[in-house]
Each structure stands twice: as C-alpha cells, then as structure tokens.
C-alpha cells in the first residue's frame, strides 16, 4: 500500500478522504488509498459548511462559495505563533459544530496537523481529557491518527502551556 505523508515514515495513507470524530466534526486530509492501495486525491465540494485547512493544495477545493479558513502549520515542532494559530482554528472549529455547521478539519494526509486541531476542539466541545480526546480521534479516523508524540504532547501538556514553553525555548 502507498504511503502518505513524510518519505521517512512507514504510515500508511488513510482508508478514507475524511470521517467524522462528533457529530458534524469530520477530520481529513488531502489523499486517501482507495481498495487497491492507490492514492487517491481528497476534494471537498459542498459537503461541509467549514473546511479549516492546515496544508493546502490547488484543486483540493472547496469551492469559493464555502466558508475556508486556512492556518498552515508544519506537521513539526511548531512556534508561538503556529500555536496561536492552532488555538485558534480549534475555536473556530468547536464555535462552528456548536452552531451546527457541518465542519472539516483537513491537513495533507489527515493524521497529525488535523488530528491536533480536531481533539482541541473535541476536548472544547465537550470537556474531554486530551488522553481521551486522542483515544477518540484514533478510533473514528485511523490508529495513525496523531502518530506525531510532539503533537500528543502539546495536547496532555497543554496548548497553552506548550505556547509559552516554545516561547521561552526559541528566546
């Protein structure tokens, strides 16, 4: 089966272009593998009322008539600033779903940089423990969903906490 994501890394490309974590809280990514192990491109069209990208790319949608907020982030160790923007898109994203809007959260293959926005807003919708919240974003999307420990580790730590430690690290 083909790969996604990083060369350096044997994870293998998500079953599906995106599932749902909550009800109306879906996480995905760019490319899926399809029956056969072939990637496959993953295009949003208007089945979302918000599509929040970490990672773009041309072709990948939504259409302009769809709410799209991008905050790219590296699927690495992230800045203040990178933080900020994951806070940030993980507000957005829980203010959404509450206002019953159908929203996406998408990176390139779907597991780190989306996983980490989407147990955000999991453990801000509905109170959960990050270990929990984890757990959750696993089981609907993929095992390999937040295989990135540093990402666990901001999210157990704290991403307000990670904020101000990346803070003090780059000074």
């Known amino acids: 089966m083909r790969t996604a994501g990083r060369p350096d890394r044997e994870v293998p490309a998500p079953q599906s272009a995106w599932d749902e974590v909550l009800p109306g809280l879906w996480m995905g990514g760019h490319v899926w593998a399809d029956g056969f192990g072939h990637l ?23 259409p302009p008539d769809v709410r799209h907020e991008v905050r790219e982030i590296p699927d690495g160790p992230l800045t203040p600033a990178e933080i900020d923007a994951v806070l940030d898109a993980a507000a957005l994203t829980a203010a959404a779903v509450r206002a019953g809007r159908r929203t996406l959260v998408r990176c390139f293959a779907g597991y780190n940089r989306s ?20 757990e959750l974003v696993r089981r609907r999307r993929s095992p390999w969903a937040l ?25």
Request: hydrophobic residues 40%; negative net charge; charged residues 20%.
């Open 40 to 62: 496959r491109p993953a295009v949003v069209d208007r089945e979302f009322g918000l599509v929040v990208s970490l990672h773009t790319q041309p072709g990948h949608g939504p």
């Open 115 to 134: 996983g980490l926005v989407t147990a955000r807003a999991v453990c801000e919708l509905t109170g959960a423990s990050a270990p929990r919240a984890v």
């Open 147 to 171: 295989h990135n420990d540093r990402f666990v580790g901001y999210l157990e730590t704290g991403l307000e906490v990670a904020y101000l430690l990346e803070g003090l690290s780059s000074a």
